[in-house]
């Protein structure tokens, strides 16, 4: 069990979308229990990814590509997990803000955040504040821990995650939901300012900003 465990680890370091599926579907065949396989084999190496990168033996390229492969892992995989994995997991609601249209970054971050376990719920780009708005109302019957991933690469957009944190605020949905931003202007001192409660540089410190916001 323990080599069939090891090689899909080490497939998705590699990021290698065939040798993950394959190695998945030998797991499931071995009766190894799908849990099993997401958090020992899958979650485990996307946090050993981002462990490599951290120390500079991984660049963002290394992250997409395993990233990737962990996505076409969890194809398989998903539908078969026990309602204890899948529900005691926190939901990301992440978009890039109004008026800004990158997407690469939030992108990644999006999928480090899947890898790691967590739900994920992508608004895509030039996002309203109302509609983040709308998808934590939607979300927070689902009884998950809820976090909204900001994303601005413009100077000129970083002013929409006050907006709409403001109106968060405003429409008494703050205490439901915890606010991380990142993306190239932003800074930890400007997250602090407009009242978030977390910043991250890069897709693998968002993901353990993110465990450390909802406690995981």
């Given at each position: 069990?323990?080599?069939?465990?090891?090689?899909?680890?080490?497939?998705?370091?590699?990021?290698n979308?065939?040798?993950?599926?394959?190695?998945?579907?030998?797991?499931l065949?071995h009766?190894i229990?799908?849990d099993t396989?997401l958090?020992?084999?899958?979650?485990?190496?996307?946090?050993?990814?981002g462990?490599?990168?951290?120390?500079g033996?991984?660049?963002?390229?290394?992250?997409?590509?395993?990233a990737?492969a962990?996505k076409e892992?969890?194809?398989?995989?998903?539908?078969l997990?026990?309602?204890?994995?899948?529900s005691?997991?926190?939901?990301?609601i992440?978009?890039t803000?109004?008026?800004?249209?990158h997407?690469?970054?939030k992108?990644?971050?999006?999928m480090?955040?899947?890898?790691?376990?967590?739900?994920i719920?992508?608004l895509g780009?030039d996002?309203?504040p109302?509609?983040?708005?709308?998808?934590i109302?939607n979300?927070?019957?689902?009884?998950?821990?809820?976090?909204v991933a900001?994303?601005?690469?413009?100077t000129t957009?970083?002013?929409s995650?006050?907006?709409?944190?403001?109106?968060?605020?405003?429409?008494g949905l703050?205490?439901?939901?915890?606010?991380?931003?990142?993306?190239a202007?932003v800074?930890?001192?400007?997250a602090?300012?407009i009242?978030?409660?977390g910043?991250a540089?890069?897709?693998?410190?968002a993901?353990?900003?993110?465990k450390?916001?909802?406690?995981i």
């Amino acid at each position: 069990m323990q080599e069939i465990i090891k090689n899909i680890f080490d497939a998705i370091l590699e990021g290698n979308s065939q040798e993950v599926q394959k190695n998945i579907q030998t797991a499931l065949d071995h009766n190894i229990n799908p849990d099993t396989i997401l958090n020992d084999g899958m979650i485990s190496a996307m946090a050993e990814v981002g462990k490599l990168f951290e120390e500079g033996q991984f660049y963002v390229p290394e992250m997409l590509i395993s990233a990737r492969a962990m996505k076409e892992g969890l194809l398989i995989i998903k539908p078969l997990l026990s309602t204890d994995t899948t529900s005691n997991t926190g939901m990301v609601i992440i978009g890039t803000v109004k008026g800004d249209l990158h997407d690469i970054g939030k992108n990644l971050v999006a999928m480090m955040m899947e890898g790691a376990g967590f739900e994920i719920q992508d608004l895509g780009t030039d996002v309203a504040p109302e509609k983040f708005m709308e998808a934590i109302k939607n979300s927070s019957k689902s009884e998950k821990k809820l976090i909204v991933a900001m994303s601005a690469l413009l100077t000129t957009t970083m002013t929409s995650m006050q907006v709409t944190i403001q109106g968060i605020i405003e429409s008494g949905l703050r205490d439901q939901v915890k606010v991380l931003i990142g993306g190239a202007p932003v800074t930890d001192k400007y997250a602090e300012q407009i009242g978030a409660d977390g910043y991250a540089g890069d897709a693998s410190r968002a993901v353990s900003v993110a465990k450390r916001l909802l406690s995981i």
